[in-house]
């Protein structure tokens, strides 16, 4: 095994060297300039039209779920253990400037997350069925056709299913895993709940998913962020020292903890890899499940990216991050992704009310993951098979669910990794060659 990990590992560091990162990085600040930095010159019209749209009496657009419901499905399947074990990784590396270049990052892949759910909704196809088909790999089918590209879309397709296998497996495995830990639950009887309970859902289809994650992913994320400002609240007096050390640690990371993290090359690409990860912008997953909304323009769904990547990125990660750096705990070098995070809350709230808080936050956050990932299952099929609704293709993914929830499986991370690069080339490749079309269609909208 230890082999196999070692490999894996090698591979991973090819594919995420500094290279993709300045691709995703370039990508991302390219199209904050094509699209006119509408993160800030549009964040009226952004705000009115996602968390603050008003209720309408319009007629339904093609699509199988509402605007809202798609948005809430995209952070249910996107905030995930990845926020809690990832964020408190790259601290762990490159120190507490590694939150200031996540942010930066954040920033501009508000951009890209917008051009790519425009993409979706402009190439998506309506079926015979009534259902909704839309993805990357179908705006690289139809968009690239022309630059003789259209073949790219079977890579990302082929990555798009083993990723999203892999991705419910890392979810099952880390549910099963912290209940062992926490008291002892064996697990065979978690990986029975976790299968069991996600089948319920899976039974009612896409609707039924989009219904349970339009309750869940408020409710999970309101949760977690009001436990942690009352941890930062009660710590009050630590916030200037905390920003500072954010701050100083951006530029000179070696000043921090004597020295004991990294470079500033580390801290730079640990942070710009942090905030383009997490909230899956450049990867195109999450346009997988907005090409279903019922929306009047592809601008309008579009919309939801920039709030996506602020809930998931500026509250939840830097969250996480800022109890991290505030705990000190990273300095310490005894504890490692989601262990951090919750020892980090564990260490302000009494009784041990913080690790009960990010017990439930990764039960939550995982279930809800292994909800939106089928989504991405379901789209990786419609190329394959003809009905990707068929009794099978659930019972499948239920199958996997039981299975990594009671395997031992310590590559599933580097795996996926592997998988979000095979994704991330093919689709960057592609909103740069196609930004023009979106540019048009953002200055259709804005024009009406």
């Keep these: 095994m230890e082999t196999i990990l070692n490999i894996e590992l090698a591979i991973v560091n090819i594919l995420w060297g500094m290279p993709l990162i ?63 074990a990832g964020v408190a990784g790259a601290v762990a590396l490159g120190g507490p400037g590694v939150l200031f270049w996540m942010l930066v990052a954040g920033f501009f892949a508000m951009a890209l997350k917008f051009t790519e759910i425009v993409l979706s909704l402009r190439y998506r196809r309506v079926r015979r069925n009534g259902r909704i088909a839309g993805g990357p790999h179908f705006y690289m089918y139809d968009g690239l056709k022309k630059f003789h590209l259209g073949w790219l879309g079977y890579v990302y397709s082929f990555a798009l299913l083993l990723f999203s296998v892999v991705a419910v497996g ?67 007096t630590q916030i200037p020292g905390v920003i500072g050390e954010i701050i100083t640690g951006a530029f000179n990371p070696g000043a921090m903890a004597g020295g004991a993290v990294g470079s500033l090359l580390v801290t730079v690409r640990a942070g710009l890899s942090r905030g383009v990860l997490s909230n899956e912008a450049g990867i195109g997953t999450s346009t997988l499940i907005h090409s279903a909304a019922q929306a009047k323009h592809p601008v309008e769904q579009g919309l939801w990216g920039p709030m996506e990547v602020f809930v998931d990125t500026f509250i939840v990660n830097f969250l996480t991050g800022f109890i991290i750096v505030l705990s000190g705990l990273w300095k310490l070098g005894r504890y490692e992704g989601a262990v951090l995070t919750r020892e980090a809350f564990a260490s302000f709230l009494p009784a041990g009310v913080g690790a009960y808080v990010v ?26 098979i003809k009905n990707e609704n068929h009794w099978l293709v659930p019972t499948v993914y239920c199958g996997f669910i039981y299975i990594m929830a009671v395997s031992s499986f310590a590559a599933v991370w580097g795996l996926m990794d592997i998988m979000a690069a095979l994704m991330a080339i093919p689709n960057l490749i592609t909103v740069l060659l196609l930004s023009n079309e979106v540019v048009r269609l953002k200055d259709e909208y804005f024009s009406e």
């Design 22 to 84: 300045i691709l995703f990085f370039g990508t991302a600040v390219y199209l904050t300039i094509r699209m006119g930095f509408l993160q800030i010159t549009k964040i009226g019209t952004i705000l009115r039209n996602t968390y603050f749209k008003k209720s309408s009496n319009e007629k339904q657009h093609d699509g199988e779920i509402t605007s809202f419901q798609a948005a809430m499905t995209t952070l249910s399947a996107m905030v995930g253990v990845g926020n809690l």
């Design 170 to 236: 890392a979810c099952a495995n880390a549910i099963s895993n912290t209940l062992f830990s926490w008291n002892g639950v064996p697990v065979t009887v978690s990986g029975v709940a976790v299968t069991f309970l996600t089948g319920l859902v899976l039974i009612g289809g896409f609707k039924r998913i989009a219904n349970v994650c339009e309750i869940m992913a408020p409710v999970m994320a309101v949760f977690y962020v009001i436990s942690g400002l009352i941890i930062i609240c009660l710590n009050y």
């Design 359 to 384: 017990l439930l936050t990764v039960l939550l956050f995982c279930f809800s993951t292994a909800l939106g990932v089928y989504r991405y299952w379901q789209m990786a099929l419609v190329a394959m």
